[in-house]
C-alpha cells in the first residue's frame, strides 16, 4: 500500500509540475506575443524598411521642388488635412499608354502609409512622358474616404490648380472649396499633357 500511495502521489506531483510549465509556456507565449504587437504594428504601413526609404527620399525631393518652384503651394499644404505626393508617374508609350508610380500621404508633415498610382490608357500612343503630381486633400472626409477606399480612382472632379506647363498659381486656388486639388508640374516627353482622370491610387506596404 504504502508503495502504491507514493506512486499515486508521485504522478500527483509529476501533474502539478506539468502544469506548471504548461502555465509557464502559456504565459510566455502570451507575453511574446504582447510584446511582438507595437512591431507588427510599426510594420503595416512599411515605414522605415529599405523600400520605403527610396520612395521617402523621392517623396522629399519633389515636395522641396514643388514648394520652391511654386510657392503657392506651401498655403494649400497649410490648409489641407493630407497630401499625396507621387514623385514619379510615367505615361504613355507606343501602341498602349498608361501610367505607373508611388509615392506617400503625409498628414502634418509626416509620412503615415505608401501608395501606388495606375492609369490604364487604350489607343494610339506616339511617345512617353514623367511627371510628377501631388493631391491635396481639404477636408476630412475627402482624405477618410481616399483612406478608407482600396481603390481610390480620381474623377473629372478634381481640380487643377494649373496646367502641365506649371503656370503659378491662380489667386483663387487657395481659397478654393472643392475637397481634392491637383496639382501636376515637372513633364518632359511628347504627349501633350497630362490627366489624372482615371488614375487609381491602392495603398501598399514598401
Not at 504548461?22 to 510594420?43: D, E, K, M
Not at 508609350?93 to 505607373?100: I, L, R, T, W
Not at 472643392?178 to 504627349?191: R, S
Amino acid at each position: 500500500m504504502w508503495h502504491q500511495t507514493r506512486h499515486q502521489t508521485g504522478i500527483s506531483r509529476g501533474n502539478e509540475t506539468g502544469n506548471d510549465m504548461s502555465n509557464l509556456s502559456r504565459r510566455g507565449f502570451t507575453f511574446g506575443l504582447l510584446a511582438g504587437t507595437p512591431l507588427l504594428a510599426a510594420c503595416g504601413n512599411g515605414v522605415g524598411s529599405p523600400g520605403a526609404a527610396r520612395i521617402d527620399a523621392r517623396v522629399a525631393s519633389t515636395k522641396s521642388h514643388m514648394f520652391a518652384n511654386y510657392p503657392g503651394t506651401r498655403d494649400l499644404a497649410e490648409k489641407s488635412t493630407g497630401i499625396l505626393i507621387m514623385p514619379v508617374i510615367t505615361e504613355g508609350g507606343f501602341f498602349v499608354g498608361g501610367g505607373y508610380g508611388q509615392g506617400a500621404l503625409q498628414i502634418d508633415g509626416v509620412t503615415v502609409d505608401y501608395y501606388s498610382a495606375t492609369k490604364g490608357s487604350f489607343g494610339l500612343q506616339f511617345g512617353a512622358q514623367q511627371f510628377a503630381h501631388v493631391l491635396f486633400f481639404m477636408t476630412d472626409e475627402a482624405l477618410q474616404r481616399f483612406r478608407r477606399s482600396s481603390g481610390w480612382a480620381a474623377g473629372a472632379d478634381l481640380e487643377y490648380v494649373f496646367n502641365d506647363r506649371g503656370d503659378n498659381l491662380r489667386a483663387e486656388t487657395t481659397t478654393s472649396t472643392a475637397p481634392v486639388v491637383a496639382v501636376i508640374f515637372g513633364q518632359a516627353g511628347l504627349l501633350a499633357g497630362a490627366s489624372l482622370e482615371g488614375m487609381k491610387y491602392s495603398r501598399i506596404i514598401p
